[in-house]
């Protein structure tokens, strides 16, 4: 994708967010760009959280976090306002979904500390430029999701399973896309599972507990990698009495490149 | 295996072979060095299996082609005279297996071209080193290896089925075997199938057709490398007037070390 990058249109995009032009999902915006998840916490677990994603980088990947009231990321791009910049957001008290502003400038408050976290779509850009199939892109649906029966490393009151996504794939185009997205761990990295579902605790992969099932043809492999969901499902949990998200699909759209996110 | 790395044993093992004093199998010799597989051919034939090598990188990584008529191999270590130095060869002629002596000193001709192979020692080294378990070294037996249906590129006679060395192993180490041997393309490199064998023309993983079946737990996957047996067995495909071989786990010692085969 890289043949056409243009470096600005990210921040074309945040603005379109910020003017409320833009209230859809970001999928496909801003080409090459990553692409970030979004949990705002209260200073009074923001570092339990932070610790917890500490201890599981691989669901929880930490690409930024905000100084405590701060809405401005500038390790992420230039002039980003956390609280208009995402088209849409997802506003949860004592764990309830309560509300599905566009904006949340309103809502802000001194003590909120915002936590941005890699996203598939980087490594899912690596895997399609590398010639791979990814089922559900090719589907048009949102990609498999299921709760697994590993246990993520717990800090304070945070704690809960791993969730993971999966994407169908030949043995071969397995193996290549386990050396593809090695080289991204700062956006989930390599596979934690392939093949049998049911040793993860999947009892049927067919009925995903988020987004939606994808075919698995004859000779494909199930190959599972730790999903961003992960440390949404452990903060409702947790049921903060105030949590700010993104709403599924509707990402921050960070200045940072794909392809800068390998380490090799 | 590093920390008790000693940079003249593998020259010692090579002086033992060419005094007669080693004529049985080289594993676990001069730990951390590069071992290699031996073809030896005639000039006439020498050039279309140069040229096969070259188009079947992974069955048949080279890691030296000797002059013809000249013995030595500079490139693999000092002094080396690759007709005396490995413990015991095979002699084959018209296709035929005809001898295995310790020495081919009396055999050589100055149309002789010796071809070094990459070999999975390399790479088992490195799963090892990596807390991943091999199972035909913990069994105590060969590895077990399998002709498949996937065909090798020809090239002039040489042609036939790519041949795999098997290890069974849990998901999540199978997916870190396949990071670790991707840094070791000179010696296989990365597995080429994973999971289902009738996939590739394995119809029986308990019956293999060349080394020993090993256990494969509940749980654990298949894994696939192609193998320095592929080689092998094209050459005795065509049945050429002369050739020598290495006997099986008899391996020429080289001064190259495993870890400087790490691309990465």
Not at 23 to 49: M, Y
Request: charged fraction near 20%; charge should be negative; aromatic fraction near 6%.
């Amino acid at each position: 994708m890289t043949q056409s990058l243009d470096l600005g249109a990210a921040h074309r995009v945040r603005l379109d967010a910020r003017a409320g032009k833009l209230t859809g999902p970001t999928a496909n915006l801003a080409p090459g760009h990553v692409q970030a998840n979004l949990a705002i916490l209260p200073a009074d677990v923001a570092n339990d959280f932070l610790r917890f994603c500490q201890r599981n980088p691989k669901p929880c990947p930490l690409l930024a976090v905000s100084e405590p009231g701060d809405p401005s990321l500038p390790a992420l791009g230039k002039d980003i306002d956390v609280r208009s910049d995402i088209p849409r957001y997802r506003v949860w008290r004592d764990g309830h979904l309560v509300d599905e502003p566009t904006d949340v400038r309103a809502l802000w408050r001194d003590d909120l500390v915002a936590f941005l976290i890699g996203c598939s779509f980087s490594f899912e850009e690596a895997m399609i430029d590398n010639g791979l199939p990814v089922r559900h892109i090719e589907q048009g649906c949102n990609v498999p999701m299921y709760r697994t029966s590993i246990a993520t490393e717990p800090a304070g009151p945070f704690h809960g399973p791993l969730v993971v996504s999966m994407r169908p794939l030949k043995a071969a185009d397995a193996i290549r896309a386990i050396q593809v997205t090695s080289r991204f761990p700062s956006v989930h990295g390599a596979p934690v599972h392939l093949g049998d579902p049911s040793l993860i605790g999947i009892r049927d992969i067919h009925q995903p507990d988020y987004g939606d099932a994808v075919e698995i043809r004859p000779g494909e492999i199930p190959v599972f990698w730790a999903c961003g969901v992960t440390p949404q499902s452990v903060v409702a949990a947790v049921q903060p009495e105030f949590c700010i998200t993104h709403a599924p699909g509707h990402m921050l759209v960070t200045d940072l490149l794909n392809s800068r996110m390998a380490v090799l």
